[in-house]
């Protein structure tokens, strides 16, 4: 595995391929192979993202995206944990639900758009439904994987211990699922992600899918590329940051990776 | 304030008498004949130990006294009582230290006393620090299980098991995966815990002179079905050194009693 190398020289190295990138971007758009109106240079995108921000049109769309995003995805978060815990500890459930949840999760998030509209009208309810739906399942059924694939010694060492009913639940299957639900609210932050970003691309007046719908009915490529690479960037650093953080303090914990944190 | 006092009165050790049991694991393609009929007495306080072929059902009949699994036919008692299933009164101990890894060194220690509801969780902790310090893991109490080596693993296992003041003690080859000098060293302990604090024991191994070194009886077990071969009763004095020439002498009878039986077709693992 890669693990092997340094924090910093892989950033580094990260920081010049990103480098070569917008290179290899630049010299694409110099030799002209594609019309300006539809590839922009980095420059024009840099340029008009700045414009954006000095406009105030570009924070607040951030702010409302990361908003909803946070609302949908702690609901969408809590029905998964249940409905995963539920699968995880009855047979009953999870055959119930296992099949529906990895149905759903064949769905693109766009395609939950149309009915959340016909559901919940033009109100921000629609961009939850589309997060939650989005995000909901893959969370659930990384819950119930963790539950039913925890060591058994864990669960006969609790109940020798007197542990039984709901404290073995929360007490020790919670917890000892708990790599595999962090992998699980990791996919489900990324999903909820794309449907916070397809929903408000057709209906919404402010975040960033509407930044991207309105840059693609004035012919702006460079507010289009721009809002893309936003998007992108905020789900990047939530996941790098917040999240592998979170994950690698886990598996080291967990005993599943060595800790390098120490000499 | 002492352990024992802290955890309540201190409870009697168990007696486990096994009857005619029989364990018949029944899969869709084949039903196996893993137990019994096997009869087995265990007095109050007594160290005995089970030693089999590989796949004999050691394990099997350990979980039969757990409560994790019911017997097919027969009835296992403690102290009369039919077990009806996991309990508090027995405390197991497995080859993996199964110790929680979300929780540190102390919590995993103190998560059994959680049952005694009078307890606070001061109390709670002032017996987990006196467990700790019996084991040998004084300091480590903030640790957690990455932190610890194989042994100090199996040490806290040993004092997680021990604080709720548990009647017996069922150990299936906890020292299995250990370093010899390790082991040795927690034969040792192991011996001063029984001595001090007389927990009935049942353990599976299949180490003929970790079996010297501990019992006050050794069960020898016959290939599946396990039946009971042999009993020896151990007489020689404690603590017993590893490398006592009557420990070798005993582990070797052991041996010869363990040849006389035919090893299983499949080599399978401890079903």
């Known amino acids: 595995m890669p693990e092997a190398r340094p924090l910093r020289s892989r950033n580094l190295a990260f920081l010049g391929f990103l480098l070569l990138l917008l290179v290899l971007w630049q010299a694409v758009w110099s030799v002209g192979l594609l019309p300006g109106y539809s590839l922009p240079s980095p420059a024009q995108v840099a340029v008009r993202l700045a414009e954006l921000a000095r406009d105030g049109a570009l924070w607040p769309s951030v702010q409302a995206s990361v908003v909803r995003m946070a609302l949908g995805f702690v609901l969408s978060a809590a029905l998964g944990l249940a409905l995963g815990l539920a699968m995880g500890l009855s047979t009953l459930a999870d055959s119930c639900l296992r099949s529906l949840f990895l149905g759903l999760q064949t769905l693109p998030s766009a395609a939950w758009v149309p009915i959340a509209l016909l559901l919940f009208g033009l109100g921000d309810a629609a961009i939850y439904f589309v997060i939650v739906m989005s995000s909901m399942a893959a969370m659930a059924i990384a819950t119930a994987d963790g539950i039913s694939h925890i060591p058994p010694h864990y669960l006969r060492a609790a109940r020798s211990l007197g542990t039984s009913g709901v404290a073995l639940s929360t007490r020790v299957a919670l917890p000892a699922a708990l790599p595999s639900i962090v992998t699980g609210i990791k996919l489900g932050w990324t999903l909820g992600w794309h449907g916070v970003v397809s929903a408000e691309l057709i209906k919404s007046s402010i975040g960033l899918g509407f930044l991207l719908h309105a840059g693609r009915e004035l012919n702006d490529a460079a507010q289009v590329v721009g809002i893309m690479l936003v998007t992108i960037f905020i789900g990047l650093v939530l996941d790098r940051v917040l999240f592998a953080w979170f994950e690698r303090r886990i598996r080291v914990r967990w005993g599943f990776a060595p800790d390098t944190s120490r000499g | ?271």
């Not at chain 2, 049991?21 to 009869?39: C, E, M, Q, Y």
């Open chain 2, 1 to 271: 304030m002492t352990a024992a006092a802290a955890a309540g009165s201190a409870a009697a050790p168990a007696r486990i008498t096994l009857s005619g049991v029989t364990k018949r694991f029944i899969t869709p393609r084949a039903s196996v004949d893993a137990l019994g009929p096997l009869t087995l007495d265990v007095a109050e306080g007594e160290f005995v130990v089970l030693v089999g072929p590989s796949g004999c059902g050691k394990t099997t009949l350990l979980n039969l006294v757990a409560g994790f699994e019911t017997a097919t036919d027969g009835e296992v008692r403690v102290d009369g009582a039919p077990v009806a299933g996991p309990g508090p009164d027995r405390a197991m101990i497995f080859q993996e230290s199964a110790l929680f890894p979300w929780l540190n060194i102390e919590d995993n220690v103190a998560f059994g006393l959680r049952q005694h509801a009078r307890m606070s969780a001061t109390e709670r902790r002032a017996v987990a620090l006196e467990y700790l310090r019996l084991v040998h893991l004084e300091g480590f109490e903030h640790a957690f299980v990455h932190e610890l080596s194989g042994g100090m693993k199996q040490r806290a296992a040993l004092a997680r098991a021990l604080a709720p003041r548990p009647r017996a003690l069922l150990c299936d080859e906890p020292f299995g995966s250990l370093d010899a000098l390790t082991r040795e060293r927690l034969y040792a302990e192991l011996q001063e815990l029984h001595a001090r604090t007389r927990r009935t024991t049942l353990f599976v191994t299949h180490n003929t002179r970790e079996a010297a070194c501990l019992a006050d009886r050794v069960v020898v077990l016959t290939s599946r079905p396990a039946t009971i071969a042999s009993v020896l009763a151990v007489d020689l004095p404690r603590p017993r050194n590893f490398y006592d020439p009557r420990v070798s002498e005993l582990a070797g009878e052991i041996l010869a009693h363990l040849r006389a039986e035919p090893t299983p077709s499949n080599g399978g693992r401890d079903a």
